[in-house]
């Protein structure tokens, strides 16, 4: 993180959210019933985001279908052709399909470090707070005619998080880890 913060790599959170169209309340208190629009069925919107730790820049493979180890090695290649300052580390977590042989051999082959982060822990990926702070604009208290505008709408927020809410990121996506020393010493 020390050379990223010195623009001498470029580090990259990587994680795959499953936006699905489906009601989410955000909170209503009302004295007389009241009927909520709801969209029907459950249809999922995949991404698959790579957010740079420095910039808050954000790269994504989105489908309808699955996130697979394919996926994955299309944003390795996305990101090796960005113009990027010195070596590439990606950070992932332990997910199956991240950690397979396809996805080593073609990182190696673009130069790309592949770091994972120890198992159940979600609160060291610095782009889950993306997705929760997406599904707070995007999803809670919001109606989507049709499956499109979903997707338009996570898609325009995901594209421009950067520049429309950058003062908010800039307080959400620290690099502030919390670490525990050992104390048994």
């Not at 994504?60 to 052709?81: F, G, H, M, P, W």
């Not at 822990?121 to 604009?137: A, D, Y």
Request: contains cysteine; positive net charge; proline residues 3%.
């Amino acid at each position: 993180m020390e050379q990223a913060k010195a623009g001498h790599r470029t580090v990259y959170f990587v994680d795959a959210a499953h936006f699905v169209q489906a009601a989410f309340l955000g909170c209503l208190w009302s004295f007389v019933r009241v009927f909520i629009r709801s969209p029907s069925g459950r249809q999922r919107f995949n991404v698959l985001g790579a957010l740079c730790a420095t910039t808050h820049r954000l790269v994504t493979v989105c489908n309808t279908d699955y996130i697979n180890s394919q996926s994955v090695c299309e944003l390795l290649r996305k990101l090796a052709a960005l113009a990027s300052v010195g070596p590439i580390t990606v950070v992932l977590d332990n997910a199956r399909y991240q950690r397979c042989a396809l996805v080593q051999t073609t990182a190696a082959k673009l130069g790309v470090e592949l770091l994972f982060l120890p198992p159940y822990s979600p609160n060291l990926n610095l782009i889950e707070r993306l997705w929760k702070f997406t599904k707070k604009q995007v999803l809670y208290s919001k109606y989507y005619a049709t499956f499109a505008d979903f997707q338009n709408a996570i898609t325009s927020l995901l594209n421009n998080a950067h520049l429309t809410h950058s003062e908010q990121l800039d307080s959400l996506l620290t690099l502030n880890f919390q670490t525990f020393q050992n104390l048994n010493t």
